[in-house]
Antibody, heavy 119, light 111 residues
Framework: QLQLQESGPGLVKPSETLSLTCTVS??????????WGWIRQPPGKGLEWIGS???????YYNPSLKSRVTISVDKSKNQFSLKLSSVTAADTAVYYC???????????WGQGTLVTVSS | QSALTQPRSVSGSPGQSVTISCTGT?????????VSWYQHHPGKAPKLMIY???KRPSGVPDRFSGSKSGNTASLTISGLQAEDEADYYC???????????FGGGTKLTVL
């Protein structure tokens, strides 16, 4: 059974960089059939797609976050990572990683991790 | 890139059917057959219920069905059960530049 687990600091200071890692178990991140994505949910709000990556390293990002987002993959560790720079309180959210089956289709999700931006 | 429009809440009694709408534009919902629906119980991971407008992943009951007409996609849940009470989100592919966009979410209450 495929499992995804987010990890990283739960508290980040304003203007700093948020860094999260998603560890994939029960399957290979190098599968040619899937992309791997990050989605977030601010408190009391809806889901927002952040970006996705293919095992080859090809990425695509939400245009509204593109200037601050970097997603990378580490095939040797079966992990992919998110970096979001220059964070503000508006970036406070539960961050999820997910496997992307196809366009708009995320079929396996991590449990999510709350990241709070505060000094 | 604007969020897709969903009703904030819908409700129904056990055994009844409910339909949740998801309205976009010709640049997203209307332009591609890539609409998905997610069930989200607070504190848990979202669950994919429908993808590619009307396909059900393995394990999803056939009480859940999806459709699309023009710029509006719909999720219909028939034979409502108490465990269906959750937040539901639609998501659509929005083309090469906007990519994936979610709806604002709909809270389903089973009366």
């Amino acid at each position: 059974q495929l499992q995804l687990q987010e990890s990283g600091p739960g508290l980040v200071k304003p203007s700093e960089t948020l860094s999260l890692t998603c560890t994939v178990s029960g399957g290979s991140i190098s599968s040619s059939s899937y992309y791997w994505g990050w989605i977030r949910q601010p408190p009391g709000k809806g889901l927002e797609w952040i970006g996705s990556i293919y095992y080859s390293g090809s990425t695509y990002y939400n245009p509204s976050l593109k200037s601050r987002v970097t997603i990378s993959v580490d095939k040797s560790k079966n992990q992919f990572s998110l970096k979001l720079s220059s964070v503000t309180a508006a970036d406070t959210a539960v961050y999820y990683c997910a496997r992307q089956l196809g366009a708009a289709a995320f079929d396996y999700w991590g449990q999510g991790t709350l990241v709070t931006v505060s000094s | 890139q604007s969020a897709l429009t969903q009703p904030r809440s819908v409700s129904g009694s056990p055994g009844q059917s409910v339909t949740i709408s998801c309205t976009g534009t010709s640049s997203d919902v209307g332009g591609y057959n890539y609409v998905s629906w997610y069930q989200h119980h607070p504190g848990k991971a979202p669950k994919l219920m429908i993808y590619d407008v009307n396909k059900r992943p393995s394990g999803v009951p056939d009480r859940f069905s999806g459709s699309k007409s023009g710029n509006t996609a719909s999720l219909t849940i028939s034979g409502l059960q108490a465990e269906d009470e959750a937040d539901y989100y639609c998501c659509s592919y929005a083309g090469t530049y906007s990519l994936e966009v979610f709806g604002g979410g709909t809270k389903l209450t089973v009366l």
